[in-house]
């Protein structure tokens, strides 16, 4: 087991990551305040390992309540996030009670935004079971559910208490998922390692095959970036805002095709081959490097085009992101493998031009 | 017009109260970061206020949109809500823009919980236009939301950047609501002032004529004993819990009768002749001062006993309150008029006793 720390002053916490860690109740014991908590998970997820997980808990006396909600990102709204309320409020859920979100990062954002405005804030737990969450979503205190104008648009920065990444969890992944989680891991290389990046080339294969050395290491660095970042800049004031690298247009992809049709991963490689599209116009990568890029991904099983939604519906949807400030779009492009920086200097023209290299 | 502070260091505000207010947008103007502005008001106070409001600011050139939600506590609820982030979303609002809730202690709680949530947080500013309001609600940062089984019990500690609180509002606020307010500023004396009760029984008949002179000293006195308390206690950990005062009984009114139907401050009222008559059996207030009590929330013109839910009702929606801590429900009582303590010593039979007493 490894164990890296979030650094946020009174806020800060541990995430360990290793083998069998669903069976290690005593790393979630020194966290609560009560003996009372309630899980919530999704009907893809609970069945593989609800079970074990409370098991677990009630060997060590705690009084376990659940909620399993429907699988998918088109449920990531109002309507679900009630389920747990209702749950939590019917089981009488006290302000000192903890929520454990175990699933991936629909659960984990659902589960974390419930439990920032029940009672206006209770603690909460990460179980992260996908790459997805693992490396990125689990980390660093955003919830949030979507509206039907836009992804996430609704939620808090509420920090876990604690994130507990069983590894064993991935072998249950579907592999087109797991293709979506790395999405994430090949953006830390992207925006801030160009080592990590040449070393995912080396290992992508390994990675695919779930070889447990690379899962580790390319678990840990990820989360490691993650945590540096966070700790920076908690609330995205700034440096925080890199690691949206490709989510602008990756969002207005997901939105566009409807919350479910394509992975968030998946929005997120297109998003990104879009903004090293509009990096290379504007003459600050290089078409090498630019091949590099669209060839890692592709080895990772992600696509390196998004669909045609036309330029004028791209712009549209990209209109409602949260990086839009004074009416204008901020993006996250690429100085180079390694180094990715936060604009507001690309012009509609160029933009519109980057999209339509990079659908079809 | 007199200033108040919130002190809590980088979220600290200030509170104004005078006549006039509404007209006064360089108030508002200093606390703004971009020019757009999103006002939420309700069908009963938009028609009254709305476009004076507006017109002030339009005039100073920022860009108004606005928001009009149906009236009343039963609105209080997820789908109004989402009127609010409907608008925000269809009107472009940013992360830097500014949310205005213009109304009483609903459109307070919904107007700040939207903007505590919407993006992760904007800045909002409260303009309350009811007693309540002005002496309570819109003080503080508690925003919430209901839920069929609870009172507030969906939301977020949020703090306003600004409360203006213009007293010409109170001329249009019908009487019955003007007296609920005045349970909160009653409450104030019974917790921490005995002097200010004593004065509030020299003043109420002038304060129900809406006597100017009374009525800023009241509001002011109020807003300055609020201020104190939140700035020793953001987030309800100790002292800040001497506020519910009457709101455990107070809850179980509202939602046991169906929002809506009783007041707010006139379930506060009941709750706290409640709370009163507990704390009067546990010998901890004698006879002569619970007549006081009941005779000033009297003559405020505010219900001295709940409605016959019968005991087992009662007990039963308490045990959903927040107040809540390891199944054991915690009370604000009297310990002498303008002390009170929050303890949990009271045994269910005497908690029964005092409902039994206190209904009719």
Redo the contacts between chains.
Sequence with gaps: MHTLNVALGVRSYPIHIGRGLLDRPDLILPQLR?RKLAVVTNEVVGPLYLERLCAGLRREKLEVVSVILPDGEAHKE?RTL?LI??ML??E?C???STLIALGGGVVGDMGGFAA??????IDFIQVPTTLLAQVDSSVGG?T?IN?P??KN?????HQPRLVLADTETLSTLPAREFSAGLAEVIKYGLIRDAGFFAWLEQNIDALRALEPAALAWAIERSCHAKAEIVAADE?EQGERALLNLGHTFGHAIETGLGYGQWLHGEGVAAGAMMAAELSRRLGWLGDEEMARIERLFERAGLPVFGPALGVPRYLELM??D?K????KLRFVLLRGLGRAVVTSEAATAEVAAAIEARCR
């Design positions: 009560t109002w009630n309320f209702d409020l019917r009488r006290e302000r000192s920032a405005c029940y009672q206006r804030g955003k949030a509206h104008l836009g648009m609704i939620g808090a920065f609330t209109a409602h949260k839009v400030e004074a009416g």
